[in-house]
């Protein structure tokens, strides 16, 4: 009896030491698609996909690192953030990617966007005006096994014409209107999504759609980014 006694606790130990951080994260962040993504509306497979797939806490500051799940935007360093989660979800699943497809984000920051956008589509072209956070998010893709996110340190405005047209474009810092290189950088059929408004204060998010030379837009939620600033 006491054998089987000592065998019992000897499994529950074994299997307390087996759950890992890793299981603990990947715990929070299956709550985390459900409760703020799925609870609020979106339905996009592949974007509930993504955001269940990609460690969201290897993007945040380690000291920040058990909110890296929470229901909120973080700092990342110099003045920036790491979007809410649903935040990400809702543009990644409004832009209504495909698999061949190749995306352009101005705005890399710490690199989750383009890691959640990259486990959707062919290619991710990603570029950021801050050198060092351009620098970090680079080596923590790399290292995260990204291979299919390219990363530039530039001022974003002018896109990347050198991988253009793009099928979508996702910009994911707020400008006070919508960059002309970008609409011109867009596919025909292609749509685009970006904060439109004042740094800090009344800001849209609106979603941009390419027809031949028509161009629409929709203004789609009240959203607050951190400012699009221009390089010298
Ligand atoms: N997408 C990021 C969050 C970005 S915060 C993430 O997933 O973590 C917005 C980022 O846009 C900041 O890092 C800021 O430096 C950058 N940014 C602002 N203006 C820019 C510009 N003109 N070109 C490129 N990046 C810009």
Redesign the pocket.
């Known amino acids: 009896m006491n054998c089987l006694i000592s065998l019992i606790l000897g499994i529950l130990v074994l299997a307390g030491t087996s759950y890992s951080q890793d299981d603990k994260y990947t715990s929070e962040r299956e709550t985390m698609v459900k409760q703020q993504i799925e609870y609020r509306g979106i339905t996009n497979q592949p974007t509930l996909k993504a955001m269940t797939a990609v460690p969201r806490h290897k993007?945040v500051p380690s000291n920040l690192i058990d909110r890296a799940y929470d229901d909120s935007p973080l700092p990342?360093g110099?003045g920036?953030?790491?979007?809410q989660p649903y935040i990400?979800a809702y543009m990644t699943a409004f832009i209504n990617l495909k698999s061949g497809q190749k995306v352009l984000?101005?705005?890399?920051?710490?690199?989750?966007?383009?890691a959640v956008l990259s486990e959707i589509v062919k290619e991710v072209y990603t570029?950021?005006?801050?050198t060092e956070?351009n620098n970090s998010a680079s080596k923590r893709l790399k290292d995260l096994g990204y291979k299919n996110v390219i990363c530039k340190n530039?001022?974003?405005?002018y896109g990347w014409k050198e991988f253009a047209p793009f099928d979508a474009i996702i910009v994911?810092?707020a400008s006070e209107y919508i960059p002309p290189p970008l609409i011109k950088q867009l596919k025909d059929g292609g749509k685009m999504i970006i904060p439109v408004g004042s740094p800090f204060l009344n800001q849209t998010l609106i979603l941009i759609e390419k027809e031949g030379e028509d161009i629409t837009t929709t203004s789609l939620l009240p959203v607050r980014?951190?400012?699009?600033?221009?390089?010298n």
């Not at 705005?107 to 966007?113: D, F, I, L, N």
């Not at 570029?127 to 801050?130: A, K, L, S, V």
């Open positions: 993007f990342i110099y920036q953030t790491i979007s990400v984000e101005i705005g890399t920051g710490s690199g989750y966007q383009a570029i950021e005006i801050i956070l530039a001022d974003g405005y994911t810092a980014f951190v400012p699009f600033t221009r390089g």
